[in-house]
């Protein structure tokens, strides 16, 4: 069974600093990995996905994560954080043929002025 | 282009009741996942409808159950509350119910059961 392990359950930057927010994976098959943003009181919004075309993957808002397939990660990655990028991130897995997501527990980023 | 849409927003009931939550899709979706996120957890799946048939389950007991119409909104239907289905109830909608397949989600119904 696949599943998603998210290291720090909050992470804490200054504005300006480059954020870091860490997700691997199980998964017998090469996966299809997603990072989606979940601000207060709000759904899930996609930042971007992995579906194995290229190992960098851009997203919205200057966000970009890269698969490192030997690491089993897939970490998610800023180079300078914004007060409007304080909200949680949920790091989610699909194997080929399965459609249905699985989410880690979700990193809360806290961006300080 | 709307987006997916769900309701009510907010909704208390009481052990032992029963509830259903709504779902619209978003246009040219023809798949809906249902997901409980619980406080602090990340969201788990329920089950998925393609095309008005369930297609696959999550580990949720029979309680846990749903509807997907021909306009492909859906229902999730909770019978005999407990205490632990107080929740954020997620809603799914996608183009075709491919692994790939990015999954637009609604805002939630946040469920409290006393």
């Known amino acids: 069974a696949q599943s998603v392990t998210q290291l720090g359950s909050h992470v804490s930057v200054s504005e300006g600093a480059l954020v870091l927010l860490r997700c691997n994976y199980s998964?017998?098959?090469?996966?299809?990995l997603f990072w989606y943003v979940q601000y207060p009181n709000q759904g899930l919004q996609l930042l971007l996905k992995?579906?194995?075309?290229?190992?960098l993957v851009k997203g919205i808002n200057g966000f970009e994560a890269e698969f490192k397939k030997s690491e089993t990660s897939f970490h998610l990655t800023k180079p300078s954080a914004h007060m409007s990028d304080a909200a949680e991130y949920f790091c989610a897995v699909s194997e080929l043929g399965y459609s249905t997501l699985t989410f880690g527990k979700g990193t809360m980023l806290l961006v300080s002025p | 282009e709307t987006g997916v849409t769900q309701s009510p927003t907010h909704l208390i009931k009481t052990r032992g009741q029963q509830v259903t939550l709504r779902c619209s899709s978003q246009s040219g979706h023809n798949t809906v996942s249902w997901y409980q996120q619980a406080l602090g957890q990340g969201p788990q799946f329920i089950f998925q409808y393609y095309r008005e048939e369930e297609n696959g389950r999550g580990n949720f007991p029979p309680r846990f159950s749903g509807l997907q119409f021909p306009n492909y909104s859906s229902e999730l239907n909770v019978n005999a509350l407990e205490l632990d289905d107080s929740a954020l109830y997620l809603c799914?909608?996608?183009?075709?119910?491919?692994?790939?397949?990015?999954?637009?989600f609604g805002p939630g119904t946040r469920l409290t059961v006393l």
């Open positions: 992995y579906t194995s075309a290229a190992t």
């Open positions: 799914a909608s996608s183009g075709n119910g491919g692994s790939a397949d990015t999954q637009y």
């Open positions: 998964s017998s098959v090469p996966p299809y």
